[in-house]
């Protein structure tokens, strides 16, 4: 588990697209000052990179078809709540924030993914183990 927690939290490939792409920032009506490359947003990556992870996660551990809509409805309210805030302050254009949501999709499902994987094998071992024993 501390594996997966350290690739998902320092890998930042938000910023290696942004030095490919080399996007500029809107330059129209923007309410706050940001250097940096635009396409695509680090904010929208990290939104959803974090709010599906934390659902990934608590799905398991939330027993009712409620509660789970619950957690999916919040999860999805932050992930476009701040995707606009991005457009709203005139930091980014609507493209950067849904290339943000594609990129760290793709990052999510690997991450999930190689998790997974690993629980596998690890489970694999604790039977192997178990049943010499």
Do not use: N
């Not at 990934?56 to 551990?61: E, K, M, P, V």
């Not at 009712?64 to 999916?72: A, F, P, S, V």
């Amino acid at each position: 588990m501390r594996i997966f927690h350290q690739a998902v939290l320092l890998f930042r490939p938000h910023q290696a697209l942004k030095q490919f792409f080399h996007r500029t920032r809107p330059d129209l009506h923007r309410l706050i000052e940001i250097e940096g490359y635009s396409f695509p947003s680090g904010h929208a990556m990290s939104a959803c990179t974090v709010y599906g992870m934390l659902s990934f996660l608590l799905w398991r551990h939330i027993p009712t078809r409620w509660g789970r809509g619950i957690l999916i409805l919040i999860s999805i309210t932050m992930i476009l709540t701040i995707g606009m805030s991005r457009i709203y302050l005139g930091v980014h254009y609507p493209s950067d924030i849904i290339g943000g949501y594609f990129a760290s999709g793709f990052w999510l499902a690997m991450a999930i993914w190689f998790y997974q994987r690993y629980q596998e094998k690890r489970d694999k071992r604790k039977q192997i183990s178990g049943s010499k024993g």
